[in-house]
């Protein structure tokens, strides 16, 4: 009998057990919504936005119902208008595209290098020729390239650089926490992400001017002041009255569910960190198969893996994905002509018109392969989802020669 592993892969641990009793609390009190305070109280969202803005290192923090919310009112803060360019990594997910196209901005895809990059050529060569202004950078899959080049290419061109972090919550490139590089960075605390709570996202930024169009834009009305990290009144008087209202807050119970995580992301990270260099060894030992060489000054956070099935034909690889699946191993293949599930790739994105091509992301997912890496599995499941793969790619490449 061949070996089939049988947890889930979209399993998160339990929240703990401090966000249920403050949650029970809350609803005792009726007041779930971020802005009904009595007296002398601070809401929790506002808490939580203080406490992740202090965790991040940025002097302004806000929370919003969602990471594509939190990109959206990032780029509207930042300037972004119906027509505005805006540079994007082409290998992203869904709601990057998304969020620039309901501002009206029109993205300008990057190609990627060999290393699901940003290739800094391509950024340098379209920046040039679109004249764009603006960068969403997206640490894919929590992927992040040579940042101090990219921040040289962003002040050359004058472009402002909004990261989006929903894959590098918490890690660093050379010891400066991803999101820190640019003018402002979006988060998600979305199931799936480093932080759960169910959905959700964060904004930082250490420019006062976009902390507080961020804030108005998220539907503060003339509550801002209660917010828990944020520029002075004077500022929002400058912005307030010529920046719409798009609701997207956050409210009191995620804040408290998001405010009991927070604590144990470190930990969670060293986890993550072992879970990762398990598979990362022993995929790197299957013949067929290349896993990149991630770089010492890439301190990124384990929570998916990504290898190149180089030695398998392109027309092989949903078998591959298949027979994994048939044993209980989910592999997503970021290659498929077909959008499945969360994956998506550029040329599916239709309601954006005709993108032209980009060869060597085209060529780099072609055979990419990707596996989500949660919190609910052991170095044990590490090793038997190892074997299984060893022996699905072991049969493909053989079909090869
Ligand atoms: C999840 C995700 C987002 C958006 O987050 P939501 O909270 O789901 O809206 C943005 N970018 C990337 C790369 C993501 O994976």
């Known amino acids: 009998m061949s070996k089939v592993f049988t947890k889930p892969f979209t399993q998160q641990e339990p929240v703990p057990s401090a966000a249920i009793s403050r949650i029970t609390e809350i609803l005792a009190t009726g007041r779930l919504h971020r802005y009904n305070t009595i007296k002398g109280e601070i809401s929790d969202a506002s ?60 993205p300008v895809f990057v190609d990627i290098d060999d290393n699901w990059h940003t290739d800094i050529n391509d950024l340098e060569e379209k920046a040039k020729d679109s004249g764009a202004q603006y960068f969403m950078l997206s640490h894919m899959r929590g992927h992040i390239a040579n940042m101090e080049r990219i921040v040289a290419v962003c002040k050359k061109y004058s472009i402002t650089l909004i990261e989006d972090c929903a894959h590098t919550m918490g890690a660093k490139w050379k010891g400066k926490r991803s999101g ?26 250490d420019n006062p001017e976009f902390a507080a169009r961020a804030i108005v834009n998220s539907g503060s009305y003339m509550l801002y002041g209660s917010h828990g990290a944020i520029p002075s009144e004077n500022i929002f008087k400058k912005v307030r009255l010529e920046s719409p209202n798009c609701s997207a807050r956050l409210d009191n119970i995620r804040a408290a569910i998001l405010r009991a995580q927070l604590p144990l992301l470190e930990e969670n990270i060293l986890r993550w960190q072992s879970l990762y260099e398990a598979l990362e060894e022993g995929f790197r030992a299957i013949p067929g198969l290349k896993v990149v060489k991630r770089e010492p000054c890439e301190q990124f956070v384990g929570s998916s893996i990504q290898f190149q099935a180089s030695g398998i034909r392109e027309d092989n690889i949903p078998l591959l994905v298949k027979r994994c699946e048939n044993r209980g191993v989910q592999l997503k293949w970021f290659g498929n002509p077909e959008p499945t599930a969360f994956t998506s790739k550029y040329d599916t994105w239709q309601y954006l018109g005709e993108i032209a091509d980009l060869p060597n992301t085209d060529r780099v997912l072609s055979k990419t392969c990707d596996m989500r890496v949660p919190l609910t599995f052991s170095k044990e499941d590490c090793f038997d989802i190892i074997e299984i793969i060893a022996d699905e790619v072991h049969k493909l490449t053989n079909k090869y020669s």
């Open 180 to 205: 820190n590089f640019g003018d402002i960075a979006c988060f998600s605390t979305q199931t799936y992400k480093h932080l759960n709570s169910g959905e959700g996202g964060f904004i930082t930024t």
């Open 47 to 106: 808490m939580l936005e203080k406490e992740f803005a202090e965790w991040q290192g940025t002097q302004y923090c806000l929370a919003t119902t969602s990471g594509g919310q939190a990109m959206q009112i990032s780029l509207r803060a930042a300037g972004v208008k119906p027509g505005t360019k805006v540079l994007a990594n082409a290998y992203t997910l869904a709601p990057v595209p998304g969020a620039i196209h309901a501002t009206g901005g029109i």
